[in-house]
């Protein structure tokens, strides 16, 4: 494992000199700068004041990129359907709770609904794919049809309704991650 290279990529990912990390960690930047060519090793507390510094914690500092999964196939998503409200959601990537963001797709049948969620930190975007749907936001509602888009922060109940005679579909974004 390449320790420098990783606090290098990460430094300049955040737009940093090694001066400016140097003063964060209140190191020199000329040890920076070995560490960063592996000229030298930092003890545990020094290589944990740096990644403070970086803006993120050993166990993602140590995570294996290439082992994060980027591509999802329907076989790696998952379909709950609802027939007491008639709709049903599919997650379109699995353990997306871990994530920033958690995307699904909700089919909601002819008169059906998505439950109300309650109002929670974050921000919910959607784009209906295909029917007609109202977007209820507490007291008040919107009209989407096919092509449409929302967003908005989740400061009161909302869910979405199916009052017209076919199906609807909608790609809904959500953070942090409630579905």
């Known amino acids: 494992m390449d320790i420098g290279d990783r606090i290098k990529n990460r430094r300049l990912k955040l737009g940093l000199t090694q001066e400016e990390l140097a003063a964060r960690t209140e190191?020199?930047?000329g040890f920076i700068s070995q560490l960063e060519r592996n000229l030298?090793?930092?003890s545990i507390a020094t290589l944990m004041d740096i990644?403070?510094?970086?803006?993120?914690?050993?166990?993602?500092?140590?995570?294996?990129?290439?082992?994060?999964?980027v591509v999802f196939t329907p076989e790696d998503m998952f379909v709950k359907e609802d027939e007491e409200i008639?709709?049903?959601v599919c997650w379109l990537v699995p353990n997306a709770q871990k994530n920033a963001l958690e995307?699904?797709?909700?089919?909601?049948?002819?008169g059906g609904s998505t439950y109300p969620d309650?109002?929670?930190?974050?921000?919910?975007?959607?784009?209906?794919?295909?029917?007609?749907?109202?977007?209820?936001?507490?007291?008040?509602?919107?009209?989407?049809?096919?092509?449409?888009?929302?967003?908005f922060k989740p400061t009161g109940e909302h869910y979405?309704?199916?009052?017209?005679?076919?199906e609807a579909r909608v790609i809904w974004v959500t953070t942090p991650p409630s579905f």
């Open 27 to 29: 190191l020199s930047k």
């Open 118 to 151: 309650d109002p929670h930190e974050g921000e919910e975007f959607g784009y209906v794919l295909s029917g007609t749907v109202t977007l209820v936001l507490g007291m008040r509602r919107f009209k989407l049809h096919k092509g449409d888009s929302f967003c």
């Open 51 to 69: 990644l403070e510094a970086l803006g993120t914690d050993i166990s993602d500092f140590f995570a294996r990129d290439e082992d994060e999964k």
């Open 40 to 42: 030298t090793s930092p």
């Open 86 to 88: 008639n709709s049903s």
């Open 103 to 110: 995307p699904i797709i909700v089919t909601i049948g002819a």
């Open 160 to 166: 979405l309704i199916n009052g017209a005679q076919r």
